[in-house]
C-alpha cells in the first residue's frame, strides 16, 4: 500500500471535567484493605518482650505459641543466638489484651512433655507441639526482658496458700514436687530444693495450701517421712508410711509436740528445721551438751560413731569418736571413746540432782562426776543378736576395793568402765573350758577300768570260794537245825504233858527253828544266784526266796 493510500488521523481535544478510569479501582480497593489490617494490627497487637532460654528445643518462630492458662497470648516471633553465644533469645509477640503478663516478676517456661514425682506433664505437646507457658505475676513494674525457666515452677502466683523455708542435713530421696503431710493427708508440696551455698546442708521451699497453711505455727516440727521406716526391737518388727506416694518420691510431715503450748501462725518464708525422722521431731528439744570420756580394754567389733548412750534405758546421747590406743606400762590396748550427751533427757531425776548438788555448791557436771565414786561405770552391751549392734549402758556397780583411778576434767564426765556383759559370758565359758581340759579325763578312764578289773576279780573269788563255804555252814546249820528240832520234839513227846507250859514253850520253839531253817535255805539260794551281792548288798526288789 502507498503512501498516499493511508488514512489521515484525526486529532480531538480531551475532555475537562470526565470521571476517573476504572483501572484505578483496584489499587484503591487493595489501599483500603491494607490500611483497615494495619488499623486492625495496631489494635490488636500488644507489647513485644524477649525472653531468654538455655536453649531453644521445640521453640519455632513464627509458630510456636505463648499460652496462659492454655489459652493463646502471643506468638513467637523469632529465635535467634544470643550475644554470648551461649543461649537463645526469644522474641515473642503478645496480644493487645495480655498485656498485664509483662509485669516484672512474670515467668516463663517451655510446656514439654514431662514425667516427674508429680505426675506426667505436656502430653498435649505430642500433638501441638511444644509452647511457652507463662505465670503471670503481681508486681507494678513492667518489664520486655525476661529470663525463662528450664521447667515449670512449683508455685504459680495464682495459688492460694504459704510457702516456709526448710534446712536438712540430708534431703534423702525429697525432691520438687514431692507431697507434704499433715496427719497423713496431702496438703501441700516441696516446691524448689537446692544445696546451701556452705555445701553441708540442703535449703527447701515448701509450699503448704489454704487453708492448711494456718496449720503451722511457730512451734511446728516438719520431718521427713521418705520411704519405709522400719523398726526392730523388744517389741516386734513395725513398719510405717504415709503413703505409696512417700515411698517412691519421698515426703515431708509436720505437726506440733503434745508438750509444747499453742503457739500464733507462722509468718510466710519462715525457716524450720526438717528432722531425719518422727522420733527425733518429737523428742524433746536438747538443751546444752556435756563431754563424756571413757576408755575400754574391749573392742567395738566394727561398731563406731553413732553408739547410742543410755542411762536408767534412757537415750541421753551418742559416741561421736574412737580412738584406739597402747599403753606402754602394761603393754596392752586400750579405746577412747568420745561422745556427747544431754543430762537434761533424764528428766525429773537429772533435776533432782542439780538440786541436790546445788545444796552442796556443785554444779550440774560436778554433780555427775560425783556418781563416779558411787558406782557409775560404763559398759557396752549388745542391743540385737542379729546384727551385732552394741549400746553404752551407764549404770551402778557395787564398789570394789581397787576402784579405777579417775582424772578429773573441767566440764567433761570422765567415766570409768566394766567389761560388757558379752565379755563376762565369754571369760566364764573360757574358764569352764580351761578347767574341763584340766582334768585328766584319760589317767580318770584307766583307773576306772582298772577298779573294773579288780571288782571283777573279787567276785570271781567271791564265786569259787566264799559262796561255796557259805553255803557248806548253811546246809551243816541246817542239820543242826534239824537235829535240834527231833530233839524238842521226842522231849514233848515223851516229858511234857499236852497242856502243860513246857509243851507250849517247845512248840513255840520249833515253829521259831522251822522259820530259820527256810529262811537260811532261801538265803543260800539267794547267793548262789547273786554272789555280788556280800560286796554291794542286796538290788532294790523283792526278798530273797524263801524268806517269809
Same mark, same amino acid.
Given at each position: ?19 476517573p ?13 491494607a ?11 500488644g ?16 509458630k510456636?505459641e ?15 543466638l544470643a ?15 495480655a ?7 512474670? $515467668?516463663?517456661? &517451655? ?5 516427674? +514425682? !508429680?505426675? =506426667? #506433664?505436656? *502430653? ?5 507441639g ?14 520486655d ?31 520438687? $514436687?514431692?507431697? &507434704? ?5 496431702? +496438703? !501441700?508440696? =516441696? #516446691?524448689? *530444693?537446692?544445696?546451701a551455698?556452705?555445701?553441708?546442708t ?16 511457730t ?5 521427713n ?16 508410711t504415709?503413703?505409696?506416694?512417700s515411698?517412691?518420691?519421698?515426703g ?19 525457716r ?16 546444752e ?6 576408755r ?33 606400762a ?5 579405746y ?7 543430762p ?14 546445788q ?63 558379752s ?5 566364764q ?20 577300768g582298772?577298779?573294773?578289773r579288780?571288782?571283777s ?14 553255803q557248806?555252814?548253811?546246809a ?38 522251822d ?26 526288789g ?7
Open positions: 500500500m502507498s503512501d498516499e493510500q493511508l488514512p489521515i488521523p484525526v486529532v480531538k481535544p480531551a475532555r475537562k471535567g470526565g470521571r478510569s476504572a483501572v484505578w479501582i483496584v489499587p484503591m480497593i487493595a489501599l483500603i484493605a490500611g483497615a489490617l494495619a488499623v486492625k494490627s495496631y489494635f490488636s497487637t507489647p513485644t518482650i524477649r525472653i531468654t532460654f538455655e536453649t531453644a528445643d521445640g521453640i519455632e518462630g513464627g510456636s505463648v499460652r496462659y492458662k492454655n489459652v493463646p497470648v502471643g506468638t513467637v516471633v523469632s529465635v535467634d550475644k554470648d553465644r551461649k543461649h537463645i533469645v526469644a522474641t515473642v509477640e503478645l496480644t493487645r489484651g498485656a498485664m503478663l509483662t509485669a516484672k516478676d512474670s $515467668q516463663f517456661w &517451655v510446656e514439654r512433655p514431662r514425667i516427674g +514425682v !508429680g505426675g =506426667v #506433664s505436656g *502430653l498435649g505437646t505430642l500433638l501441638s511444644a509452647y511457652i507457658g507463662v505465670d503471670v505475676g503481681v508486681a507494678k513494674e513492667e518489664s526482658e525476661f529470663t525463662g525457666l528450664e521447667k515449670p515452677p512449683g508455685v504459680t502466683h495464682d495459688q492460694q496458700g504459704t510457702r516456709f523455708k526448710l534446712t536438712a542435713t540430708d534431703a534423702g530421696s525429697l525432691a520438687p $514436687q514431692s507431697p &507434704v503431710y499433715v496427719v497423713h493427708q496431702n +496438703v !501441700g508440696k =516441696v #516446691s524448689a *530444693l537446692e544445696l551455698p556452705d555445701g553441708k540442703v535449703d527447701m521451699e515448701v509450699f503448704i495450701q489454704a487453708p492448711y497453711d494456718k496449720l503451722v505455727t512451734s511446728t516440727v516438719f520431718w517421712t521418705s520411704g519405709l521406716d522400719v523398726t526392730l526391737d523388744a517389741s516386734g518388727l513395725r513398719v510405717s504415709p503413703s505409696l506416694a515411698v517412691v518420691a519421698g515431708v510431715e509436720f505437726g506440733t509436740r503434745p508438750s509444747d503450748p499453742p503457739t500464733p501462725p507462722a509468718p510466710e518464708n519462715q524450720f528445721v526438717l528432722f531425719e525422722d518422727h522420733h527425733h521431731a518429737m523428742a524433746i528439744p536438747d538443751r551438751p556435756l563431754v563424756v570420756e571413757m575400754f580394754d574391749e573392742p567395738f567389733r566394727g561398731n563406731g560413731a553413732g553408739v547410742n548412750v543410755e542411762m536408767l534405758g534412757v537415750h541421753i546421747g551418742d559416741i561421736g569418736s574412737i580412738s584406739p590406743g597402747y599403753d606402754s602394761t603393754r596392752t590396748f586400750f577412747d571413746a568420745r561422745a556427747i550427751v544431754f537434761h533427757r533424764l528428766g525429773a531425776a537429772y533435776d533432782s540432782l542439780v538440786e541436790e548438788g545444796r552442796s555448791g556443785l554444779s550440774g557436771p560436778q554433780v555427775l562426776q560425783s556418781l563416779v565414786a558411787r558406782g557409775l561405770r560404763a559398759q557396752m552391751k549388745s542391743s540385737n543378736f542379729l546384727t551385732g549392734a552394741y549400746y553404752i549402758d551407764l549404770a551402778f556397780f557395787p564398789p570394789k576395793r581397787n576402784a579405777p583411778v579417775v582424772v578429773e576434767k573441767p566440764n567433761v564426765w570422765v567415766i570409768p568402765t566394766e567389761h560388757g556383759s565379755e563376762q559370758i565369754t571369760d565359758v573360757a574358764s569352764i573350758l580351761t578347767k574341763l581340759d584340766n582334768i585328766p579325763f584319760a589317767e580318770i578312764g584307766q583307773d576306772v582298772n577298779t573294773t579288780a571288782a576279780q573279787l567276785l570271781g573269788n567271791l564265786d569259787r570260794t566264799v559262796v561255796p563255804g557259805v557248806n555252814t548253811l551243816q546249820a541246817g542239820v543242826a537245825m534239824g537235829a535240834l528240832r527231833d530233839s524238842l520234839t521226842a522231849l514233848r513227846d515223851n516229858v511234857a504233858a499236852p497242856d502243860s507250859a513246857i509243851q507250849q514253850s517247845v512248840r513255840t520253839s520249833l515253829e521259831q527253828l522259820r530259820a531253817a527256810y529262811s537260811l535255805r532261801g538265803l543260800a539260794d539267794y547267793l548262789k544266784s547273786h554272789p555280788e551281792s556280800l560286796v554291794r548288798g542286796r538290788a532294790s523283792g526278798e530273797p526266796k524263801g524268806s517269809k
